[in-house]
């Protein structure tokens, strides 16, 4: 099946700094790619859609300028987190449709953050 | 709104069935899906039902789906260790069928 790579798979970084997480589709394209967001022992919660060659669509409540989304190619979506805050601490994870199907979203391993 | 209801905690025998149950309020969902999810890794798409369907077999699992109630279930048949996990029901819309609405999760615990 069809396999999304999300990177790095854990990171621990400094408060007020910045992490890029990247997520790619390795045997498909994806005009559209999506960022979700998992607190402890909860669902996941959409952030954005990320759109090939144009602007995310962000859910409610969600910062665009603190959760920067860019998706510069049809294999590639990144999510930077900017000034990093303990409470940003959280799973990250991004799934990814083929172009055409819709019947089944590919997610990636997800990534562990954690701010200190 | 869109909204997913799941139980949060289901214990089982290993060789027992198990049985998740799924609430969902939107009657426009096109397709409902199962994920399982092992801790500290990402989603693993278990099944999935179109929303014209009632039921799915797929070798030990059965997923059930009663429209008019807007009730979801997976039936995992003999029961083992490794279904230990978290299962989440998911579904998409009609309006945009990436963005899926998931469920709070069942942890789901097999005792041997």
């Known amino acids: 099946g069809a396999v999304v790579s999300q990177h790095p798979s854990r990171v621990i970084c400094k408060s007020g700094t910045s992490v890029k997480i990247e997520c790619r589709s390795l045997d498909f394209q994806a005009t559209t790619m999506f960022w979700y967001r998992q607190f402890p022992k909860q669902s996941l919660m959409l952030m954005a859609t990320s759109n090939e060659g144009s602007k995310a669509t962000y859910e409610q409540g969600v910062e665009k300028d603190k959760f920067l989304i860019n998706h510069a190619s049809l294999t590639l979506s990144t999510l930077t987190v900017t000034s990093a805050h303990p409470e940003d601490s959280s799973f990250y994870i991004c799934?990814?449709?083929?172009?055409?199907?819709?019947?089944?979203?590919?997610f990636g391993q997800g990534t562990r953050l954690t701010v200190v | 709104g869109e909204d997913v209801e799941q139980s949060l905690f289901l214990s089982v025998r290993e060789g027992d069935s198990s049985v998740i149950n799924c609430t969902y309020t939107d009657s426009s969902s096109t397709y409902l899906y199962w994920y399982k999810q092992e801790p500290g890794a990402g989603l693993q798409l278990l099944t999935y039902?179109?929303?014209?369907?009632d039921m799915k077999q797929d070798q030990r699992l059965t997923v059930l789906l009663n429209k008019k109630d807007k009730h979801l279930s997976l039936r995992i048949a003999d029961t083992q260790t490794g279904d230990s996990a978290i299962y989440f029901c998911a579904e998409t819309l009609s309006s945009n069928t990436g963005k899926l609405i998931f469920g709070q999760g069942t942890t789901l615990q097999v005792k041997p």
């Open positions: 039902i179109f929303s014209n369907m």
């Open positions: 799934s990814a449709n083929a172009i055409g199907g819709y019947t089944e979203a590919f």
